[in-house]
């Protein structure tokens, strides 16, 4: 079955400092793979995702993230951050033609502080 | 732009006692996504329609039951609720079309059992 694992449960980092949260995935058949935001008491909202071609995936807000197959990896970059990035951090994958079902990862917790 | 709507967005219930959560997806739209996240843990999927027929089914109890309607909104009914019950329950939906739907996430219903 289909896995995802994020390394860090909290990464804390000063403002303006480039920050990596990262992914890891478990299955060898292609996937698609996101990285959604949520910040607190709200839903989920999309930063990013990659379903083919490019492996560097630009987002919103300043995220980039670089899909490694290699490796089974999609890390989640930005090079400065802000305080109003401040929130959970979820990686997630889906298998094409299995009905676009999420399994999402534990999540990071990201804390910028001033 | 419309977003999904789910109601209500806060709810709370004691225990044994049933619960409704409705889910209005973005127009158009045809497919239709639960899932559960526990306090501090990630989205778990529980189960999808698509044209209104169950298209999957993720680690669902069974006593809970999902439909979707003609006019493509979702109902989650819970029974004989339980404390682990609680957690944030997120609806989301997509149109069933080319290589990749995306999917949107609605703001979630917050159901505490008491």
């Known amino acids: 079955a289909q896995s995802v694992t994020q390394l860090d449960s909290q990464v804390p980092v000063f403002e303006e400092a480039p920050v990596e949260l990262r992914c890891n995935y478990s299955?060898?058949?292609?996937?698609?793979l996101f990285w959604y935001v949520q910040y607190p008491n709200q839903g989920l909202q999309l930063l990013l995702k990659?379903?083919?071609?490019?492996?560097l995936v630009k987002g919103i807000n300043g995220f980039e993230a670089e899909f490694n197959k290699s490796q089974t990896s999609f890390h989640l970059r930005k090079p400065s951050v802000h305080i109003s990035d401040t929130a959970e951090y979820f990686c997630?994958?889906?298998?094409?033609?299995?009905?676009?079902?999420?399994?999402f990862g534990q999540g990071t917790e990201l804390s910028v502080k001033p | 732009a419309a977003g999904v709507i789910q109601s209500p967005r806060h709810l709370i219930k004691e225990k044994r006692e049933t619960a409704t959560l409705k889910c209005y997806p973005i127009?158009?739209?045809?497919?239709v996504y639960w899932y559960q996240q526990g306090p501090g843990q990630d989205p778990q999927f529980l189960i999808s329609?698509?044209?209104?027929?169950?298209?999957d089914k993720g680690s669902i109890p069974d006593r809970f039951s999902a439909q979707q309607f003609s006019d493509y909104h979702s109902e989650l009914n819970m029974s004989s609720l339980e404390l682990g019950d609680s957690a944030l329950y997120f609806c989301?939906?997509?149109?069933?079309?080319?290589?990749?739907?995306?999917?949107?996430f609605g703001p979630g219903t917050r159901l505490t059992v008491l």
């Open positions: 127009p158009r739209h045809d497919t």
């Open positions: 990659y379903l083919s071609g490019s492996t």
């Open positions: 299955s060898s058949v292609s996937v698609y």
């Open positions: 989301a939906s997509s149109f069933k079309g080319g290589v990749y739907n995306e999917q949107f």
């Open positions: 997630a994958v889906s298998e094409p033609n299995q009905g676009g079902k999420l399994i």
């Open positions: 329609f698509y044209e209104k027929m169950q298209s």
